[in-house]
């Protein structure tokens, strides 16, 4: 076999020193044949998680076989730039030999070999050749920079081969020594060898990484498919939702609709306060349409109605076996609601146990699962609502104070539906449509006597009574006639109440009496209602007014 180090002094030798000199290389040569071929198998099938270990073991391996003391596999950066170590699983250096400090040092600053400072050997690589060098002696004159670097780590023996994939350098396979060592010979036949050594490891490297990459995007790919199929709930659930929009046009509700406008475009966490039945989820809505975070939807959760031993699990997510029946990770709302707005519907139900996971939430957008340790952070916008008194909860020492302060940066009332009278009309007329869409009946629009009737009730159950009652009265109506049926408990307060109609005869009588039951011409009643006499005479006979009739019940009774 060729020798490659021709430089190298080495003692003259006699014939039985050379027979046994050329017995200890054919040795060597099939130890390391050996070697290649152990290292090629073991790749084949190789499971990642076991690949740095392999690695790390062969490259000691190695090292032993070519009496080496530094073994190091070079990969090519992504900028194609520079050649990176890749640490700890590609190299091997033997820690115990007082000369190998230098180098030791130097590994620990994550070196790497900058092609512009080290030209030299990039453009030797890059045309495929490996370098093999006696420090200082064999180092060319152009590889001054070099031979400083190598002098530097105290090697004194070292060799390079490049490794190419796809027409192009990817990376080299190093071996060095840090003493002095004449029987340190490599052949030409070993150099082949060498190259396809570091493929295998390289190959072994790029498939890992492959697979890493592959599995971050399954990971990912996992997480959306979590989101978008609780984003497809979220919308599922709230396409069968209970209202469709905000109906109104009272004062009380603009007033409410211009705080919506107001504090919609800002993350500032929202406290809806009002009765039971006030469509406070209709507010929390508009608050989110109108917000930066529309494109998700709204995602809510209704605290009362969730037991306390799941609302943890339903709110944070728990890891698996977290509890008995945890047979996977699951993703809690706060995790899903990443991005959107999360709607805490009655968070005055909220256990008191849980409410410090909700305040640091709050105040550092981060939590962890249930049986987890691992903090996730996360970017939700919080709307909260409840119909209690949550300053008389903070008092009973049944809801955290500091939690309250939290809650209440903006707080919006809804006021109950007997404080919107005006807008009572526009709700009916509202349900009335809903329901002929539902139930599938032609409904003709309600008269004005249901309307009174409407009107001269409280709403204890406000607008979702109203709702109730109006959907009662379709499914009983007959021939497209809608009969209000007003609660039984109620019933007292509206009997005194007087139609419009009533209303209709006693003011028209009135301007009748006025004018001296003139009806047409100047300083008639006609004239005074701004109607047709004809019209008039119409209303007249329709409501009863008869002259005759209104003197005899006035006449007193002898």
């Given at each position: 076999?060729?020798?490659?180090?021709?430089?190298m002094?080495?003692?003259?030798l006699?014939?039985?020193?050379?027979?046994?000199?050329?017995?200890?290389?054919?040795?060597?040569?099939?130890?390391?044949?050996?070697?290649?071929?152990e290292?090629?198998?073991?790749?084949i099938?190789?499971p990642?998680?076991?690949?740095?270990?392999?690695?790390?073991?062969?490259?000691?391996?190695?090292?032993?076989?070519?009496?080496?003391?530094?073994?190091?596999?070079?990969?090519?950066e992504?900028?194609?730039?520079?050649?990176?170590?890749?640490?700890p699983?590609?190299?091997?250096?033997?820690?115990?030999?007082?000369?190998?400090?230098?180098?030791?040092?130097?590994?620990?600053k994550?070196?790497?070999?900058?092609?512009?400072?080290?030209?030299?050997?990039?453009?030797?690589?890059?045309?495929?050749?490996?370098?093999?060098?006696?420090?200082?002696?064999?180092?060319?004159?152009?590889?001054?920079?070099?031979?400083?670097?190598?002098?530097?780590?105290?090697?004194?023996?070292?060799?390079?081969?490049?490794?190419?994939?796809?027409g192009?350098?990817?990376?080299v396979?190093?071996?060095?020594?840090?003493?002095?060592?004449?029987?340190?010979?490599?052949?030409?036949?070993?150099?082949?060898?060498?190259?396809?050594?570091?493929?295998?490891?390289?190959?072994?490297?790029?498939?890992?990484?492959?697979?890493e990459?592959?599995?971050?995007?399954?990971?990912?790919?996992?997480?959306?498919?979590?989101?978008?199929e609780?984003?497809?709930?979220?919308?599922?659930?709230?396409?069968?939702?209970?209202?469709?929009?905000?109906?109104?046009?009272?004062?009380?509700?603009r007033?409410?609709?211009?705080?919506?406008?107001?504090?919609?475009l800002?993350?500032?966490?929202?406290?809806?306060?009002?009765?039971?039945?006030?469509?406070?989820?209709?507010?929390?809505?508009?608050?989110?349409?109108?917000?930066?975070?529309?494109?998700?939807?709204?995602?809510?959760?209704?605290?009362?109605?969730?037991?306390?031993?799941?609302?943890?699990?339903?709110?944070?997510?728990?890891e698996?076996?977290?509890?008995?029946?945890?047979?996977?990770?699951?993703?809690?709302?706060?995790?899903?609601?990443?991005?959107?707005?999360?709607?805490?519907?009655?968070?005055?139900?909220?256990?008191?146990?849980?409410?410090?996971?909700?305040?640091?939430?709050?105040?550092?957008?981060?939590?962890?699962?249930?049986?987890?340790?691992?903090?996730?952070?996360?970017?939700?916008?919080?709307i909260a609502?409840?119909?209690?008194?949550?300053?008389?909860?903070?008092?009973?020492?049944?809801?955290?104070?500091?939690?309250?302060?939290?809650?209440?940066?903006f707080?919006?009332?809804?006021?109950?539906?007997?404080?919107?009278?005006?807008?009572?009309?526009?709700?009916?007329?509202?349900?009335?449509?809903?329901?002929?869409?539902?139930?599938?009946k032609?409904?003709?629009?309600?008269?004005?006597e249901?309307?009174?009737?409407?009107?001269?009730?409280?709403?204890?159950?406000?607008i979702r009574?109203?709702?109730?009652?109006?959907?009662?009265?379709?499914?009983?109506?007959?021939?497209?006639?809608?009969?209000?049926?007003?609660?039984?408990?109620?019933?007292s307060?509206?009997?005194?109440?007087?139609?419009l109609?009533?209303?209709?005869?006693?003011?028209?009588?009135?301007?009748?009496?006025?004018?001296?039951?003139?009806?047409?011409?100047?300083?008639?009643?006609?004239?005074?209602?701004?109607?047709?006499?004809?019209t008039?005479?119409?209303?007249?006979?329709?409501?009863?007014?008869?002259?005759?009739?209104?003197?005899?019940?006035?006449r007193?009774?002898?």
């Amino acid at each position: 076999m060729k020798v490659v180090l021709e430089k190298m002094v080495r003692p003259s030798l006699g014939t039985a020193d050379k027979q046994q000199s050329h017995q200890k290389e054919v040795d060597d040569f099939s130890v390391f044949e050996s070697l290649l071929s152990e290292i090629s198998a073991t790749y084949i099938n190789l499971p990642l998680n076991d690949l740095e270990k392999a690695i790390k073991e062969d490259f000691a391996r190695l090292s032993k076989a070519l009496s080496a003391e530094v073994c190091i596999l070079y990969v090519r950066e992504k900028d194609r730039k520079n050649l990176q170590i890749m640490k700890p699983s590609v190299w091997y250096l033997d820690e115990s030999k007082e000369s190998n400090r230098y180098i030791f040092k130097w590994f620990k600053k994550d070196p790497k070999i900058d092609s512009g400072e080290f030209s030299f050997l990039f453009s030797e690589w890059n045309r495929g050749k490996s370098i093999s060098w006696i420090v200082p002696d064999s180092i060319p004159e152009e590889a001054e920079k070099e031979k400083k670097s190598l002098m530097g780590n105290a090697i004194t023996l070292t060799q390079g081969v490049p490794i190419s994939f796809a027409g192009s350098l990817a990376g080299v396979i190093s071996v060095s020594l840090t003493s002095p060592n004449p029987c340190w010979v490599w052949s030409d036949d070993q150099i082949p060898r060498l190259r396809l050594l570091g493929e295998v490891f390289f190959n072994a490297l790029m498939r890992k990484r492959s697979e890493e990459k592959l599995q971050k995007a399954l990971s990912e790919i996992k997480d959306l498919k979590e989101r978008f199929e609780a984003d497809y709930l979220y919308l599922k659930e709230e396409i069968k939702g209970e209202y469709e929009g905000v109906v109104g046009k009272s004062s009380a509700l603009r007033n409410i609709l211009g705080k919506v406008k107001q504090v919609a475009l800002t993350n500032a966490t929202v406290l809806i306060l009002g009765e039971t039945g006030t469509g406070k989820g209709l507010i929390a809505r508009a608050i989110h349409d109108s917000s930066g975070r529309r494109e998700r939807p709204l995602m809510q959760v209704n605290c009362a109605a969730l037991a306390p031993s799941i609302i943890e699990s339903e709110l944070f997510g728990h890891e698996k076996g977290a509890f008995t029946g945890a047979t996977t990770r699951r993703l809690g709302r706060f995790e899903a609601a990443k991005g959107t707005t999360l709607f805490l519907d009655e968070i005055g139900d909220l256990p008191l146990e849980l409410q410090p996971k909700l305040l640091r939430i709050l105040e550092e957008g981060e939590f962890e699962r249930m049986g987890g340790n691992e903090t996730i952070h996360t970017d939700v916008r919080l709307i909260a609502a409840t119909s209690r008194d949550l300053e008389k909860e903070v008092a009973a020492g049944r809801f955290r104070s500091d939690l309250w302060y939290r809650l209440n940066i903006f707080p919006i009332l809804v006021p109950p539906l007997r404080e919107r009278k005006d807008d009572i009309s526009l709700l009916a007329e509202h349900f009335i449509c809903k329901c002929r869409k539902t139930i599938g009946k032609k409904i003709k629009v309600i008269s004005l006597e249901n309307i009174k009737m409407l009107h001269g009730y409280s709403w204890p159950g406000n607008i979702r009574e109203l709702s109730n009652v109006i959907e009662r009265a379709v499914i009983a109506s007959v021939d497209g006639c809608v009969k209000i049926e007003i609660p039984s408990h109620q019933l007292s307060s509206v009997k005194n109440i007087k139609t419009l109609s009533e209303h209709e005869r006693e003011y028209i009588i009135e301007i009748l009496e006025k004018t001296n039951w003139k009806i047409k011409g100047v300083g008639g009643a006609a004239e005074y209602l701004d109607i047709h006499p004809e019209t008039l005479r119409t209303r007249m006979r329709k409501l009863d007014i008869k002259r005759s009739n209104l003197v005899d019940n006035r006449r007193p009774r002898s």
